[in-house]
């Protein structure tokens, strides 16, 4: 059924078409930084318009997972001092003094709002987004599969890194992050510019009852799904997070979207789905956005 249905799939998926891993980095809007082994996907307009920003990649750090693997949160699953040394190696690549900021997630729809130094050294916040305008300051996310969604405005040096598993996706976080950015600072979506990071594509990506159903609740939502077999689909949380950035006012040309898939390039990402299974554990990637 899926293999009769491959070009509906592809015309729905969040990357433009199946040979996106085959297109260069500079067409989709990114480039590699790297540092002492430690390599960093980087979207270049938000790199221009004055961002600090970039996806980890697994290469570079000292984890076992399975080994020398940098792995950058997940402490029930690796220790604090390997944790701690990736994180180090991989806020060397960018140069310069950042404090870096991430919050606890929880896979709903919260926003932080990073004020300050106190609020950015506070992690155990609950929430799974950060918005800021402060300099010196890099938000990150976690995922493994999930969505990574950064987000600048060069108006107003506001930024916002977003975490959009399915129930954030469903639950309209990156709509409600916009929304935020708009609130606390007045920026205006026609000026912001947004990456979507390494993810698990929807050619890959099969889900239940439980996702479909979620869903259900947005208009237009079936639109994301191909179905595969008795209460399963694939789905495409990438296009579903293109969406809510487009129908928020983002222009589609300042949208740049990661050519790569976590659970195909096992060799550059973490793959929670592929790597659970596998080695009962999986490493953590972070997405981080900040100011000059």
């Known amino acids: 059924m899926v293999s009769s249905r491959l070009s509906e799939l592809f015309s729905v998926c969040g990357l ?50 399975p080994d020398g693997d940098l792995n950058l949160a997940g402490y029930d699953e690796d220790s604090a001092a ?5 994180r180090q190696r991989f806020l060397n ?15 709903g729809e919260s926003i932080k709002v990073v004020s300050d130094l106190a609020d950015a050294s506070d992690t155990n916040e609950r929430a799974d987004a950060i918005v800021s305008d402060l300099s010196g ?23 916002a890194a977003i975490h959009a598993g399915w129930r954030g996706t469903s639950r309209s976080i990156v709509s409600k992050g916009l929304r935020r950015i708009s609130e606390v600072y007045g920026s205006r979506p ?7 990071g390494p993810a698990a ?13 979620a869903f259900g609740e947005i208009e237009g939502g079936d639109r994301y799904f191909v179905p595969t077999r008795e209460g399963h689909a694939l789905v495409d949380l ?9 129908d928020a006012g983002i222009a589609p040309e300042k949208i740049h979207i990661s050519p790569f898939c976590t659970m195909e390039r096992t060799d550059l990402f973490f793959s929670y789905r592929i790597e659970k299974k596998k080695y009962g554990k999986t490493g ?7 100011r000059r």
């Open 93 to 107: 690549v960018f140069g310069g003094r950042y404090t870096l900021t991430t919050v606890w997630q929880v896979h």
């Open 238 to 246: 990438i296009a579903a997070n293109r969406d809510q950035l487009t």
């Open 16 to 65: 433009p078409t199946v040979r996106s891993n085959q297109q260069s980095l500079a067409e989709n809007g990114f480039f590699w930084r790297e540092r002492d082994g430690v390599k960093v996907l980087v979207c270049q307009a938000l790199e221009d318009a004055g961002f600090v920003n970039g996806f980890s990649t697994r290469l570079g750090g000292v984890s076992p997972f």
């Open 82 to 86: 390997n944790i701690e040394e990736n």
């Open 190 to 196: 026609e000026d912001m510019i947004a990456a979507i």
């Open 137 to 159: 300051i890099l938000a990150g996310v976690k995922t493994a599969d999930c969505v990574p969604v950064l987000i600048g405005d060069p108006v107003k040096g506001a930024y």
């Open 284 to 290: 953590r990637l972070l997405s981080v956005i900040g």
């Open 201 to 213: 594509t929807c050619k890959n990506y099969e889900i239940g009852q439980d996702v479909i159903s």
